[in-house]
């Protein structure tokens, strides 16, 4: 891509080499750093190397912790309670049976969780911040930034200037969020707090505290946020297309539920919701590439990979290969993960939906309850049928996402007999 080298790596042997390596060896490409800075800036967890990300790696990881997420079913519950109560009133509105297009319902309930999560009692300025950065992400898309002519990311086309607008909006808000929580009486032990509290100990970059704070709130919005949505919306489109595994889904959760709210100790026991949404993490990963940088000449594998190339692992390429899944690769057959992700396939690092080694994504954990919370609050209540006018077009935004929504045909669903 212009000067820089990429070395593209899907081989198996070469792909574990890569996970494998230090974010001290391999970092995140200066070119990404650059051409994504309104997104993520340049000093957060998804964009720094070295001392500065080891840092903010500790400060955020232990907020999602599983014990930490697990305080935060409660919570969760509530938005999925919201969500469906919200359907059930279109539903009944309809005479039992509506179209609706899933994608902004889903946002709002990932947003609502995150902004709680996030933000705590500013969580209402937290839901602002989030809808500023989601329409950022639509604008930089349309940028092309990755392919543009260096330079032009400076001009003052009507693209910049309302990138530089939404930058400017989303960091005024964060900073007023950030000097609000700094004036409340009590100490609310939230992720803002961590990160408030992380700014003041930066490695050799004490300089850097508002770009810290301000960086790492942004890129909540694609760790624990854009991920969850997008991939309930494939998962919900999936469930649509394979009714037995809608009905299979839908018997389990309220067999072990009994038409009760799920709690955390239910939810392990979802064997079958979590192996749809891993099959459903595979046919339609949530990020499309791990991207790494060598940071100094060094030897991958059999191979010498020269300072200042660009790695790229294309994921979903590495979920549809026939070699390592089978020829059935590009099928929707959740029974593959029947036995965990080990026994899904012949190479396991080979499964990277939330990116894989030291970089896996942090907010992991809080995905996949968000994602068997919302299923199976839906699943009970509803079932689901693809609209004729829905469009297959995946698009790659940061993420990879339905292009033109998921429209479903949404009924009531008498769980009455489970009861």
Not at 19 to 42: A, H, I, M, S, Y
Not at 94 to 121: D, H, P, T, W
Not at 152 to 170: D, F, G, S, V
Request: charged content about 20%; some cysteine; aromatic content about 8%.
């Amino acid at each position: 891509m212009g000067t820089i080298p990429i070395l593209h790596v899907t081989e198996p042997d070469l792909v574990k080499a890569v996970c494998q390596c230090t974010p001290f060896d391999l970092g995140r490409p200066e070119f990404v750093k650059k051409t994504r800075k309104p997104l993520f800036g340049e000093n957060s967890l998804v964009t720094a190397n070295g001392e500065l990300w080891a840092h903010e790696r500790k400060v955020v990881a232990q907020e999602f912790s599983m014990h930490r997420v697990k305080g935060m079913v409660t919570a969760i519950t509530e938005c999925g309670t919201t969500l469906t109560e919200t359907w059930h009133k279109i539903v009944e509105n309809e005479g039992g049976k509506a179209e609706i297009m899933v994608q902004s319902y889903l946002r709002n309930f990932s947003g609502n969780i995150i902004s709680r999560v996030c933000f705590g009692n500013s969580y209402g300025k937290g839901e602002e911040v989030f809808s500023k950065l989601s329409m950022l992400q639509k604008v930089w898309s349309k940028s092309n930034l990755v392919t543009a002519i260096p330079g032009t990311r400076y001009l003052p086309t009507k693209i910049n200037r309302e990138i530089h607008r939404l930058n400017q909006e989303i960091r005024s808000l964060i900073l007023y969020i950030v000097q609000e929580h700094k004036q409340q009486d009590s100490i609310n032990r939230d992720l803002l707090h961590s990160i408030i509290e992380g700014s003041t100990s930066i490695p050799d970059r004490t300089a850097l505290t508002e770009e810290f704070i301000i960086d790492n709130c942004k890129t909540m919005y694609f760790a624990a946020f854009e991920t969850t949505s997008v991939t309930a919306a494939w998962c919900l489109l999936l469930l649509a297309l394979h009714p037995e595994w809608q009905s299979h889904v839908r018997k389990e959760v309220l067999e072990i539920t009994r038409g009760a709210t799920p709690d955390f100790n239910m939810l392990r026991q979802f064997k079958m919701l979590t192996m749809v949404i891993q099959e459903t993490l595979r046919l339609f990963p949530p990020a499309a590439f791990i991207l790494r940088e060598a940071l100094h000449d060094m030897k991958l594998h059999n191979m010498h990979v020269p300072k200042g190339t660009v790695i790229q692992i294309t994921i979903p390429m590495l979920h549809r290969d026939l070699d390592v899944w089978g020829p059935d690769a590009d099928v929707f057959n959740p029974n593959r993960f029947a036995n965990g992700i080990s026994g899904a396939c012949k190479h396991p690092h080979m499964y990277a939906p939330f990116g894989s080694g030291p970089r896996t994504c942090a907010g992991q954990n809080l995905a996949m309850v968000e994602l068997k919370i919302v299923l199976s609050l839906l699943l009970m209540r509803f079932s689901f049928n693809l609209s004729p006018s829905y469009v297959h077009s995946p698009a790659y935004r940061m993420t990879v996402e339905p292009e033109h929504d998921v429209p479903l045909i949404v009924k009531k669903y008498d769980n009455s007999a489970h009861m």
